[in-house]
C-alpha cells in the first residue's frame, strides 16, 4: 500500500448537490443525449439511478451504486477510455459491471493533460486516476462510518460495499453517495498494493464495443446538432501556392448551397509554417454533404506561386547533399570515433531512406463549430483540445474561456489530430456562415492537406577491428523538415567511440508528428544496420545485441543514454525463448529487431515463408516491457496494431511530390496494407515486473520494420535500404 | 430532387434527393443511419459497405436512382441490438481499435459468410480484402470470423 497526497484543487473537486444537479442528468446535448443510450447498454446489473451524487471531477455515484466514470483524455483507438476508468474503478473498489464510462469534455480546470500523444496517457494517469478512485472510496467510507456510527478505521469495502469487521452491518456505496458526495476532501489516501488489484490485469473489453458493432454515433463525422450545416474546403492543390481568386457564382446557385467563403486561416501559417502550409482555404457550405461536394467541384479557383514548389526527388538530391556534408555539428561524441574508423579492418557503411507519410486515420478530418459573438462551441475529434482550443480563440479574437471544446470518439489519430488546423477552420466558416456547422474533409483532401511524416534519409557506419569487434558507430541521419537521430538511444552507451549527427532540410510541405515520431524510420533503420554488422562479424543477431547491452550494463559509456540495458535485454531474450529462435525451421526466414521508445521496450520476431512464389509473413512475435499491463486484451490489440501498421508502412505506403502537389490522393494510388498482406498469425508476450506502466500506443510500430527488413534478407538473400520495400518487384504478387 | 422510395432494413422509406446522391450519403445525411461509414468515396476502403439483396456493396458509388426494389441492409438493420453471430464474435474478441472500419468490416464478413459458412484463411483474407482497417486489426477479423462461422 502507498499514501498519496491527494494535492487536487478545489475545482476539480465541485461538489454539486443532487438538488442543485441538474447538470448531472443526462440529455443536455448530443453527446450526453447518447449517454442515456450508453448508460442503458452498459448496465448490466442495474437500473438508471434518479439522482447522480458528484464524487469528484472524474466520477459520480448513484443512489442505487451505479458509477459513472468519466474519461479524460481524448480515445483515438489506443483504449484509453477502457482502460483509463479501469485505474480509477480499482481504487474505488466497485463491480466492473456497475460502472459506465463517458467521455469527459475538455477542462483545463478539472482535468490534467488531456491530450493523445506520446503513449503517456496510462503513465501520466496512473497515480492521478488511481488517487482519484481513492479520493471518493475514502469519502463514501467516512460516510459510512457516520451512518453505521462506527469508527471509519473498521470499515472495509467490497465490490461497492462497505462492510464492518466487527458486526455484519453492511452498507452500498449508493446508500451512502449523496452525504459523501457532501464530506470534505481527504488529504491523503492509501493506494492498493499491486497484489490487491482486481480489475487492473483483467482484459476488459471495450466500453464503446457495442456501439461499434452496432453503428451508433460516436464519432466526429457521426455527430448532428438541429440547425447544422454541413462544410467543405477547398485548399490550395500544391504546397507553395496560395489563393489568388474565386469564382463561385455558379456553385452559390446550386442547389442546396448557403454559401462560399474565403477563410482566413493566416493566424495559424503565421505561428507555426512548417505545420499550417495554408494561409487561405474556400469553404462551401450547404445543406447536405452531396450538394456541398458538387458545389466545391464547380468552383473556379485560381491559384498563385507563392514559394518553391518542391518535387520528391529533389528533396532526395537535397538529403543527400546534406549527408555527404563533412562539416557536421556532433549531437553526440564519444571516444575518438574518428581514429577507431582510421584503425579499422573493416568499415561497413549504409544508406537507408524512408519517404513521406500521410496519416490517413480512416474517419478523415472534421468538426462541428457553432460561434456566435459571446462563444465557440465545438464539437468532434481532436487529439490536442486544449491547443485546439487556444489557436480558435486567437482565430476568433475571443476569450479562451469562451471556448468549449467536447470531444467525440476518433477514427484513428496517429498524430494527425494533434494538428488542428481544421478546428480553426470549422470556428471559422461558422463565425462566417452564421450558422452551426460540421467541417468534413474529402479523402482527397485529407491526403493532399497532410501534416506529413517527414521524409529521411539515414546513414550508417561501423568499424570492425582486426579481432572482429564493433569499434565505433556512427549514425548520420536528414529529414525534410526534421531530423530522425536520436542521439542517446541505443548503440550510445554500448560502443566505445561513438558519434551521432542530425540535420534538417527545409521544405514548405507541412510536417508534424506520426505515431513513434522519428522511431518509425529510424529504429527499422538502425535494426537493419545492426543484423548486417553481426553478420560482418559473424554472430547471431540476438547474441550480438545482447553482448552490447552487457557493456552498455557493466561500463556505459557516456552518462545521458535513455535507456535501462536490463530491461532491453530482457525482452530480447523474451522473444528469444517464445518463437524458439535457436531452434531454425526449414522453409521459414527469421529476422528479429528491438527498440525501446515512449518508456517501453519491445522485441520481435518476424517469420517469413514463402507462399505462391512470393515472401508472406507467416507469424509475428512480440515481447513487451511496459511495465505493469492494466488491460491485457487491450495491449495485445496495441502491440498487433502497432506492428501491422509496421509492416504496411515499411512494405507498401508513400507519399511524394511533383512541383509541389501531393501525388497520392485516395487509397487507389496511396497503399496500405490489407488483410492479405498482414502476418497470419501474431504472438505477444508480456515482461511481469510490476513497475509502473508506461505507453503502448506506439511502441508496437517501430522495431518491426527492422525485424521485417532482416527476415525479407534471410527469404530474398537481398538487403532492402528503401522503403517501401515493396516498391521491389520480387517481393510483389 | 426526385422522390425515391427504397426498401430499407425491412421497410419501406422514402427520400427526397437529387437522383446521383450515393446511397452513403442518403443514409448519413437524410435518413441519419450513420453506422455506414465514408472512408474514401471511391469504392476503396470498405467502410460504407451494405447489403444489397445480401450482397456486399460500397454505398458510397451507388446512386439512390439505381436501387429500384432491392432489399437494402445496413448496420443499424443486420440485427436487433447486435445479435447477429458476427457482431456477437466481434465483441467476443474485441477486434476494434479506433472502431471506425468495423461496421464495414462486419457487413463484408456477414454477406460473406451466407455464400461460404466454412471458410479457410486464405478464403477470409481474400473476401475482407476490400475493407481496410488502418489500425491493423486484421488478425483479430480473421479470428472473429472463425468464431462467427462456427457459431452461426
Ligand atoms: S467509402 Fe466507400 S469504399 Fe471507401
Ligand atoms: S479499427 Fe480503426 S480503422 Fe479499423
Known amino acids: 500500500m502507498s499514501t498519496i497526497k491527494t494535492h487536487y484543487n478545489r475545482r476539480s473537486f465541485l461538489k454539486i448537490s443532487a438538488a442543485s444537479g441538474g447538470g448531472m442528468l443526462l440529455g443536455f446535448s448530443f453527446l450526453a443525449g447518447c449517454k442515456a443510450d450508453v448508460v442503458a447498454e452498459q448496465i448490466k446489473t442495474k437500473a438508471l439511478p434518479k439522482n447522480w451524487f458528484d464524487m469528484n471531477a472524474f466520477l459520480k455515484i448513484g443512489e442505487n451504486g451505479l458509477v459513472t466514470i468519466l474519461s479524460p483524455n481524448p480515445e483515438i483507438g489506443q483504449n484509453v477510455k477502457t482502460s483509463m476508468p479501469m485505474l480509477i474503478a480499482e481504487e474505488l473498489d466497485v463491480n466492473w459491471e456497475d460502472v459506465v464510462v463517458e467521455q469527459a469534455g475538455f477542462d483545463k480546470n478539472k482535468y ?71 464530506i470534505e476532501i481527504p488529504e491523503e489516501v492509501q493506494l492498493k498494493d499491486p497484489k490487491d488489484f482486481k480489475i487492473i490485469g483483467q482484459g476488459i473489453k471495450n ?64 505561428q507555426r509554417p512548417t505545420i499550417f502550409a495554408f ?88 468538426f462541428f463549430a457553432d460561434v456566435s459573438s459571446e462563444k465557440a462551441d465545438l464539437v468532434g475529434p481532436i487529439q490536442t483540445p486544449q491547443w485546439a482550443s487556444g489557436m480558435v480563440a486567437d482565430a476568433l479574437g475571443m476569450d479562451v474561456e469562451n471556448v468549449s471544446i467536447d470531444m467525440t470518439r476518433q477514427g484513428g489519430g496517429f498524430g494527425r489530430r494533434l494538428y488542428g488546423h481544421f478546428v480553426v477552420e470549422a470556428a471559422l466558416i461558422s463565425k462566417a456562415a452564421q450558422s452551426p456547422i460540421k467541417l468534413i474533409y474529402t479523402r482527397e483532401d485529407d491526403m493532399s492537406y497532410g501534416v506529413y511524416r517527414p521524409a529521411y534519409k539515414v546513414k550508417y557506419r561501423a568499424a570492425i577491428n582486426d579481432k572482429n569487434e564493433m569499434t565505433a558507430f556512427h549514425v548520420s541521419g ?28 527545409e521544405t514548405v510541405v507541412s510536417t508534424g508528428a506520426w505515431r513513434a515520431p522519428k522511431s518509425n524510420f529510424i529504429a527499422g533503420a538502425e535494426q537493419a544496420f545492426l543484423d548486417e554488422v553481426a553478420e560482418a562479424i559473424g554472430k547471431d543477431p540476438i547474441d550480438f545485441r545482447l553482448e552490447l547491452f552487457e557493456k552498455a550494463k557493466a561500463n556505459p559509456v557516456g552518462e545521458e543514454n535513455d535507456y535501462d540495458a536490463e530491461r532491453y535485454a530482457g525482452v530480447l531474450k523474451m522473444v528469444r525463448e517464445k518463437s524458439g529462435w535457436d531452434n531454425q525451421k526449414s522453409g521459414v526466414h527469421r529476422g528479429v529487431a528491438a527498440y525501446y521508445c515512449h518508456n517501453s521496450y519491445v522485441a520481435q520476431v518476424v517469420d517469413i515463408i514463402e507462399k ?18 492494466v488491460n491485457p486484451e487491450g495491449a495485445k490489440n496495441q502491440i498487433e496494431g502497432g506492428l501491422i501498421d509496421g509492416i504496411g508502412h515499411a512494405m507498401y505506403s508513400a507519399m511524394s511530390f511533383k512541383d509541389g502537389v501531393p501525388q497520392q490522393k485516395n487509397f487507389n494510388t496511396y497503399n496500405l496494407i490489407r488483410h492479405m498482406d498482414a502476418p497470419m498469425e501474431i504472438e505477444t508476450h508480456f515482461v511481469d515486473n510490476g513497475i509502473d506502466p508506461t505507453g503502448l500506443g506506439e511502441p508496437g510500430l517501430p522495431p518491426v520494420m527492422g525485424a521485417l527488413a532482416n527476415a525479407l534478407y534471410k527469404a530474398t538473400g537481398k538487403r532492402f535500404y528503401d522503403q517501401p520495400f515493396a516498391q521491389n518487384k520480387e517481393l510483389l504478387g | 430532387m426526385a422522390e425515391f422510395t427504397i426498401n430499407l432494413n425491412g421497410k419501406s422509406t422514402k427520400v427526397d434527393v437529387a437522383p446521383n446522391t ?53 448496420i443499424e438493420g443486420l440485427s436487433e441490438n447486435g445479435t447477429h453471430p458476427v457482431q456477437k464474435a466481434w465483441l467476443e474478441h474485441d477486434v476494434a481499435q479506433c472502431g471506425y472500419c468495423q461496421t464495414g468490416q462486419i457487413m463484408t464478413a456477414a454477406a460473406f459468410l451466407k455464400d461460404n459458412a466454412n471458410p479457410s484463411d486464405d478464403e477470409i483474407a481474400r473476401a475482407m480484402n476490400g475493407n481496410i482497417c488502418r489500425c491493423g486489426t486484421y488478425t483479430r477479423i480473421k479470428a472473429a470470423v472463425k468464431t462467427a462461422a462456427k457459431n452461426q
Request: aromatic content about 6%; some cysteine.
Open chain 1, 112 to 182: 490534467e493533460r488531456q491530450v493523445a500523444g506520446g503513449s503517456q496517457s496510462i503513465r501520466h494517469g496512473w497515480t492521478s486516476l488511481r488517487t482519484a478512485g481513492a479520493t471518493a472510496r475514502r469519502m463514501l467510507l467516512e460516510a459510512a462510518a457516520q451512518k453505521l456510527e462506527v469508527p471509519v478505521d473498521e470499515l472495509r469495502t467490497e465490490n461497492g460495499i462497505i462492510s464492518h469487521k466487527n458486526s455484519d452491518k453492511t452498507i452500498s456505496y449508493g446508500e451512502v453517495a449523496s452525504v459523501a458526495s457532501q
Open chain 1, 612 to 629: 505462391n512464389g512470393k515472401p508472406a509473413i507467416q507469424k509475428v512475435w512480440s515481447a513487451v516491457d511496459c511495465g505493469i499491463v
Open chain 2, 22 to 74: 450515393p446511397l452513403l450519403w442518403v443514409l448519413r445525411d437524410h435518413l441519419d443511419l450513420v453506422g455506414t461509414k465514408y472512408g474514401c468515396g471511391i469504392a476503396q476502403c470498405g467502410a460504407c459497405t451494405v447489403h444489397i439483396d445480401d450482397i456486399a456493396m460500397r454505398a458510397c458509388t451507388l446512386p439512390i436512382s439505381q436501387i429500384s426494389e432491392q432489399k437494402i441492409t445496413t
Open chain 1, 478 to 505: 536528414v529529414g525534410a523538415h526534421g531530423g530522425p537521430v536520436w542521439e542517446n538511444r541505443f548503440p550510445a552507451g554500448a560502443v566505445e567511440h561513438y558519434l551521432a549527427e542530425d540535420q534538417s532540410i
Open chain 1, 279 to 366: 494561409s487561405e482555404v474556400v469553404a462551401v457550405v450547404g445543406n447536405s454533404t452531396w450538394e456541398v461536394l458538387q458545389a466545391k467541384k464547380a468552383l473556379n479557383i485560381e491559384w498563385e506561386k507563392a514559394n518553391t514548389l518542391e518535387d520528391s526527388a529533389t528533396h532526395s538530391q537535397e538529403m543527400d547533399k546534406f549527408l555527404a556534408n563533412k562539416n557536421i555539428e556532433a549531437k553526440r561524441k564519444d571516444g575518438n570515433p574518428s581514429k577507431a574508423f582510421k584503425d579499422a579492418s573493416k568499415i561497413i557503411e549504409r544508406v537507408y531512406t524512408a519517404p513521406f507519410l500521410a496519416h490517413n486515420t480512416l474517419e478523415p478530418m472534421n
Open chain 1, 207 to 270: 466500453v464503446d464495443g457495442q456501439k461499434i458493432v452496432t453503428g451508433q454515433p460516436l464519432f466526429g463525422l457521426d455527430y448532428k446538432r438541429d440547425g447544422m450545416l454541413i462544410a467543405m474546403i477547398e485548399h490550395p492543390p500544391a504546397f507553395g501556392m496560395k489563393l489568388k481568386s474565386v469564382d463561385d457564382s455558379k456553385a452559390k446557385t446550386m442547389s442546396g448551397i448557403k454559401g462560399v467563403y474565403t477563410i482566413d486561416t493566416s493566424s495559424l501559417s503565421e
